[in-house]
């Protein structure tokens, strides 16, 4: 067990981590709960369309990340936007589709889907454990939390840990905006720039079309629809069905004179922080414990990565040799 770290989510900066601690050598072992990696770099298949739900791209402006854009491109994970104007800044997309980087850093790492951890604890014998839902416990020397504040808080308190107060007090503060995401097929092309909308008011935040994104590939339209976040907190219980009728005056100049012939409905809880932790991530090595994502690096993919560097980099300091 020895240079073990467990690490709790694939998201991107769980990943990140995750890849520079092998790098030194370590063991790592990253569990994550859905079926996929990548967290908000969601992609969702509906029948034969293809959508980017959560993040749509990312910009760098962070000289750790710069180079390894350089390599991500070269290699074909990345790209501009399609058809950005070459003078404006960067916004980077994912290939096939905003997954596709995660998938890329989750190459050749040991990650179990599907597991739903329920609580972590600190053993006497000098480890900690964490209790995997269908009875698994998995024992490592150190711990990362890449989850949502609210949830990495809510399995320490199941398994009864204590951190010092004023680094609980400051978890404690963060918050998140919660984010509806309409997921719309149709029968024609759709009135949606092929850059994507960013809109400042009324009830929709940001549009996007997939297929003139270069996601999908096999519908004439395939469009993404992100609530503000004013109206997700409102209407975050509504169903899909009340969604789509509530909002149909505001979709119908993107949608044109195409029809909807699906739609679904993703419900993002923590989409981005609207309170931050005001440092790039905790590491605690006494306790061996660290939390990274974007509540601590910055919203967006980007805030994110860089927190998840920011921790390898804390944790590698204290790396026992080999």
């Known amino acids: 067990m020895k240079n073990s770290t467990v690490i709790i989510g694939a998201g991107i900066s769980g990943l990140l981590v995750a890849r520079e601690l092998v790098a030194r050598g370590a063991r790592v072992l990253v569990l994550e709960k859905s079926r996929g990696v990548g967290g908000r770099m969601s992609t969702k298949r509906v029948g034969s369309a293809v959508f980017d739900q959560g993040a749509q791209f990312f910009s760098v402006r962070d000289e750790h990340l710069e180079a390894r854009i350089a390599c991500w491109e070269r290699n074909g994970i990345v790209e501009r936007w399609p058809g950005d104007n070459p003078t404006d800044e960067a916004r980077w997309v994912a290939r096939p589709s905003m997954t596709g980087l995660a998938k890329a850093l989750a190459k050749n790492l040991p990650i179990k889907l599907k597991s739903q951890v329920q609580a972590v604890r600190w053993h006497e014998a000098g480890a900690w454990e964490v209790d995997v839902a269908g009875g698994e416990l998995v024992r490592a020397d150190r711990l990362v939390l890449s989850s949502p504040v609210p949830q990495s808080l809510t399995l320490l308190d199941a398994g009864g840990v204590k951190l010092p107060p004023e680094v609980r007090s400051s978890l404690d503060r963060v918050s998140y905006h919660p984010c509806l995401a309409l997921l719309a097929t149709l029968d024609g092309p759709s009135n949606v720039p092929a850059g994507g909308v960013k809109i400042n008011e009324g009830r929709l935040r940001w549009v996007a079309d997939n297929v003139r994104k270069g996601i999908a590939q096999n519908v004439p339209a395939a469009v993404t629809f992100h609530l503000s976040r004013e109206y997700s ?18 979709l119908r100049p993107w949608i044109g004179d195409a029809a909807i012939v699906a739609g679904k409905l993703h419900r993002w809880r923590f989409s981005e922080p609207k309170t931050g932790h005001g ?8 306790q061996r414990i660290g939390f990274c994502g974007d509540a601590f690096g910055g919203p967006r993919v980007e805030g994110a990565a860089i927190s998840g560097l920011a921790l390898a980099r804390e944790i590698i300091e204290d790396l026992e040799p080999a």
């Open 233 to 250: 907190e409102e209407h975050y219980g509504d169903s899909e069905e009340a969604l789509f009728a509530q909002l149909a005056d505001e």
């Open 279 to 286: 440092q790039r991530c905790v590491w605690l090595p006494d």
